[in-house]
């Protein structure tokens, strides 16, 4: 069932949802989410049948605020407070050791944990009221089929799950990719290091942290959204360089064979649906999302996408197009 996020009343039964054990589709200003309480292994595991993910592939757990996330942690180290301090609540998610017995399902099994304080108005009502019934904790991954597109509205997630699931309405999505996730966890061995590029660029990231990251290596712990292959649409997705891009497609052109062939670009191009790509990174980001999904509903066969710039700003957007196009092999 469909709720509006701003209903009080509706808050209220999303928070008595989740205290039973049950899921929610939870609004978020990255994406929506798929929420349920994170401190019961039963809930959690509602979201991986749900979604059809690995039970070891690792859920962000949404609290409140920083006070929320010291039960998770057998300890929190420096760098994650300066992050929380410079970035909470807000699209940027920390993983840190986790203390033992505590969210062992929603962590995959892993050793520690990745904690996230959203800024959405409507996910923080229901935060803070499944609280006052004693739920502290909130696993809630973007709320899609494994390894498809991100939902950032409402109906995308009704799409996805049909109305049985209680969805609370609260808009498109702000930023409209998920977090960034920064790996704090194994500061005596190595720094943190971005898991996962997001909204928040890799400098202002460094500048909260005071040093530089470090490059992701083989002993990083697992986090969400970092598979080769994921943010798929049904389509078939390409990632061309502008040049490519063009080329093939005047190629397909005068062949005869657009048919089906959409293009999310920035330039104008010859095509069967073409989609103007902003040339924002924020706006872009914003919209992504719900232009593949889109362009899946229009009967897109293939979806051609024009690679973002390599400015760093656009370093979240590059992430999702690329992981979508190695979702499809020639």
Not at 17 to 39: C, F, H, K, S
Not at 103 to 131: E, F, I, M, N
Not at 170 to 179: F, L, P, R, T
Not at 286 to 309: C, K, M, S, Y
């Amino acid at each position: 069932m469909l709720l509006p996020g701003h209903d009080p009343e509706a808050v209220r039964a999303a928070a008595r949802r989740l205290a039973d054990g049950e899921l929610l589709g939870l609004p978020t200003e990255t994406v929506y989410g798929l929420a349920a309480r994170a401190d019961g292994d039963e809930a959690v595991a509602k979201i991986f049948a749900a979604k059809g993910r690995p039970s070891d592939h690792p859920l962000i757990v949404h609290v409140l605020d920083a006070r929320g996330a010291e039960p998770f942690a057998g300890h929190l180290p420096a760098t994650a407070r300066r992050l929380m301090d410079a970035f909470w609540p807000g699209p940027l998610t920390v993983i840190v050791p986790r203390k033992a017995g505590v969210a062992d399902a929603a962590a995959g099994g892993q050793a520690t944990v990745a904690l996230r304080s959203p800024a959405h108005p409507v996910a923080r009502a229901v935060l803070a009221a499944a609280r006052e019934l004693g739920v502290n904790r909130v696993a809630a991954p973007s709320a899609h089929r494994f390894g498809r597109v991100s939902p950032t509205l409402a109906r995308h997630v009704v799409e996805e799950f049909g109305p049985e699931l209680m969805v609370l309405d609260g808009g498109a999505c702000e930023v409209g990719i998920e977090s960034s996730i920064v790996d704090c966890s194994r500061s005596d061995s190595h720094g943190p290091a971005l898991l996962r590029p997001g909204l928040i660029s890799r400098a202002a990231i460094e500048a909260a942290l005071g040093e530089p990251l470090a490059e992701p290596d083989a002993a990083a712990p697992k986090a969400s959204g970092t598979l080769a292959a994921h943010y798929a649409p049904s389509a078939h997705l390409r990632l061309l360089a502008s040049e490519a891009l063009a080329l093939r497609l005047a190629t397909l052109a005068a062949s005869g064979g657009l048919e089906g062939v959409a293009v999310y670009s920035r330039a104008q191009l010859p095509a069967w649906r073409w989609q103007p790509q902003p040339g924002d990174p924020a706006a872009a980001a914003h919209e992504l999302f719900a232009v593949l999904r889109a362009l899946d509903a229009a009967g897109a066969r293939e979806i051609w996408v024009e690679a973002p710039p390599g400015d760093p700003a656009w370093d979240g957007v590059r992430d999702r197009l690329s992981r979508a196009a190695a979702a499809f092999t020639d």
